[in-house]
């Protein structure tokens, strides 16, 4: 896997994936940014969410669960000192679909988190504790 970060101006950086996608990230104005994309922390942060969500939603599937929205809504602790790793990231996840079974969904989020998700494990290997909770919503409901 490879990335390319090429630096722009000020803070602002254009960042190009291996596999050819492209996207700005800026810092803050308080640091000398525009708020032309996200922060770098926050990358890391939705590329967990993305892992993960991956996962679950692939699990899932497999599983012949008619899952039609997955949902992972994430929040992070940082250390107050520099640097400011994450202290903890907590991952919900909203799963919607048709007959939802909730112990393929519980099956399908552990094992995100045990054994599939790189992103979640090698946070987890760096200190950071990571938590995971779900809620199921029947389609046609709400949210």
Same mark, same amino acid.
């Given at each position: 896997?490879?990335?390319?970060?090429?630096?722009?101006?000020?803070?602002?950086?254009?960042?190009?994936?291996?596999?050819?996608?492209?996207?700005?990230?800026?810092?803050?104005?308080?640091?000398?940014?525009?708020?032309?994309?996200?922060?770098?922390?926050?990358?890391?942060?939705?590329?967990?969410?993305?892992?993960?969500?991956?996962?679950?939603?692939?699990?899932?599937?497999?599983? *012949?669960?008619? @899952?039609?929205?997955? &949902?992972?809504?994430?929040?992070?602790?940082? =250390?107050?000192?520099?640097? $400011? /790793?994450?202290? *903890?990231?907590? @991952?919900?996840?909203? &799963?919607?679909?048709?007959?939802?079974?909730? =112990?393929?969904?519980?099956? $399908? /989020?552990?094992?995100?988190?045990?054994?599939?998700?790189?992103?979640?494990?090698?946070?987890?290997?760096?200190?950071?504790?990571?938590?995971?909770?779900?809620?199921?919503?029947?389609?046609?409901?709400?949210?």
């Amino acid at each position: 896997m490879k990335a390319r970060v090429k630096w722009v101006e000020d803070v602002m950086f254009v960042t190009e994936s291996g596999s050819g996608h492209s996207m700005v990230v800026d810092g803050a104005p308080e640091y000398g940014g525009r708020n032309m994309g996200p922060r770098p922390m926050e990358l890391l942060l939705m590329g967990l969410g993305g892992c993960t969500s991956f996962d679950v939603v692939t699990i899932l599937k497999k599983a *012949r669960q008619d @899952v039609t929205s997955c &949902v992972a809504e994430l929040s992070a602790e940082r =250390a107050d000192a520099v640097p $400011a /790793v994450f202290t *903890r990231i907590h @991952v919900h996840f909203v &799963v919607k679909g048709r007959g939802l079974k909730e =112990a393929q969904v519980k099956k $399908a /989020v552990d094992l995100s988190s045990d054994k599939y998700c790189s992103a979640s494990i090698m946070l987890g290997q760096a200190g950071v504790v990571i938590t995971h909770d779900f809620e199921i919503v029947e389609e046609g409901e709400a949210k």
